[in-house]
């Protein structure tokens, strides 16, 4: 088993900043690619932003410029940092990580989401 535990989300003003963080624990033997995710009511889930083992990364468009994701693999934990936030970045956001668990099997895991609300 893969626990995700992420944290950092809250309310804050249009024009504000927030860090997210997320730890990875349990049995696996390295992270191929971490990322967050957000859902906004009534929409589905799209990806914010990723980075690979290698250090990748991929934003979201409405995010670039804005966000920066980073990764402390000695820790396995993956942040989000979130600058000149809008009220459209409001939404559930995600920890997602693909792990190898053994040789040649990689699953996805999910964490449970922390809420992000910026008001205008």
């Known amino acids: 088993q893969v626990q995700l535990a992420e944290s950092g989300g809250g309310l804050v003003q249009a024009g504000g900043s927030l860090r997210l963080s997320c730890a990875a624990s349990?049995?696996?033997?390295?992270?191929?690619?971490m990322g967050w995710y957000r859902q906004a009511p009534g929409k589905q889930r799209e990806l914010v932003a990723s980075?690979?083992?290698?250090?990748?990364?991929n934003y979201a468009d409405s995010v670039k410029g804005r966000f920066t994701i980073s990764r402390d693999n000695v820790k396995n934990t993956v942040y989000l940092q979130m600058n000149s936030l809008k009220p459209e970045d409001t939404g559930i956001y995600f920890c997602?990580?693909?792990?190898?668990?053994?040789?040649?099997?990689?699953?996805?895991?999910w964490g449970q989401g922390t809420q992000v609300t910026v008001s205008s």
């Open positions: 997602n990580g693909v792990m190898v668990v053994l040789a040649g099997i990689t699953t996805s895991w």
């Open positions: 349990g049995r696996f033997f390295s992270i191929e690619l």
């Open positions: 980075i690979t083992a290698g250090g990748d990364l």
